[in-house]
């Protein structure tokens, strides 16, 4: 029986420099998730622990170091699902989190609800104890930068929002997203990172998590495109290559996403120069890490 995780850390641009702190965040993160799977940890707090870690790292698009919107605050968004039950939390637009995708499995677990977006999210973090922070914490200078840079009349392009698909040795497989959204995006505008079948889906036979323009991976529904091409009895590798594909026939901009079986083989695909992911399983020595997709897996 084999244990899986794959986690990344989105599309953006990553000059030489740069290079080696996106693939050490990733494996920071997959070591994180690892950790706990190989001490017979849940999928959900494997995924959820990877994810954490990427949040707090302020070179990603998620938590601290999150992209500032039109009126230069952040707002985040992010989603967890049990692909064993079909179980899923969301929210959107939440401020003053310090780790949103803890909020969303808070949400998952109490049972009932599946997305909660901004203040009423935030006052569910509140009653459950999740930790709240300033809001200002979670902005750095680089950010304040980054906004002041860009032009005010666009939403910016795809960034580093993260994500993680996990598979633990009874077979159950977890995924999440977490994201700051597009630089200037408007305020209240929520991207497909929180929307299970968009930027996120799991189920029995695998999961995938997305990143790019919100817009357009919202209108090809890209996550459950995703599963729908494993469910025919692919590759995950393919199922990544052909979603993508299609997404570039069929409408503008980027997106990459990552894509985990039950039987724990990969597949990743990225329309965009590059998508920083990192992966391990149980019948590898080591972690890799990777800035941009060398070769296909299939
Ligand atoms: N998909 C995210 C959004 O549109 C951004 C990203 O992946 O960089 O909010």
Redesign the pocket.
């Known amino acids: 029986v084999i244990s899986a995780i794959i986690v990344h850390g989105?599309?953006a641009k990553v000059p030489p420099e740069k290079s080696d702190g996106y693939r050490q965040g990733c494996l920071a993160a997959v070591r994180a998730g690892w950790e706990l799977l190989s001490k017979g940890g849940s999928v959900l707090d494997a995924a959820e622990a990877a994810v954490r870690l990427l949040e707090d790292d302020s070179l990603f698009?998620a938590g601290r170091g999150a992209s500032l919107n039109a009126d230069g605050e952040v707002e985040l968004?992010a989603a967890i699902m049990d692909g064993a039950t079909l179980r899923a939390g969301a929210v959107a637009a939440i401020r003053g989190v310090r780790h949103p995708i803890s909020v969303a499995r808070k949400l998952m677990e109490s049972g009932k609800t599946v997305m909660l977006v901004a203040d009423g999210a935030r006052r569910f973090a509140l009653e459950q104890n999740v930790e709240l922070c300033e809001s200002d914490w979670l902005i750095t200078d680089e950010q304040k930068q980054e906004w002041a840079n860009a032009s005010r009349a666009v939403q910016g392009s795809?960034?580093?929002?993260v994500g993680c698909v996990a598979l633990d040795s009874d077979g159950r497989i977890a995924a999440a997203t977490s994201?700051g959204?597009?630089l200037r995006?408007l305020p209240g505008r929520v991207?497909?990172?929180p929307l299970i079948g968009c930027?996120l889906y799991a189920d029995s036979l695998g999961g995938t998590s997305?990143?790019?323009?919100?817009?357009s991976?919202i209108r090809m529904a890209l996550a459950s495109r995703i599963l729908a091409l494993l469910h025919t009895g692919v590759h995950p590798d393919s199922a990544a290559d052909a979603a993508i594909q299609q997404f570039g026939e069929k409408v503008p901009g980027e997106a990459g996403c990552i894509v985990l079986d039950s039987r724990g083989r990969f597949g990743f695909a990225h329309r965009s120069q590059n998508m920083a992911y990192a992966y391990l399983n149980s019948e590898m020595p080591a972690a890799l890490a990777f800035t941009r997709k060398e070769a296909p897996l299939a």
């Open positions: 989105g599309l698009n968004d795809s960034k580093d929002t994201t959204g597009l995006k991207g497909d990172s930027g997305l990143t790019g323009d919100g817009e991976i």
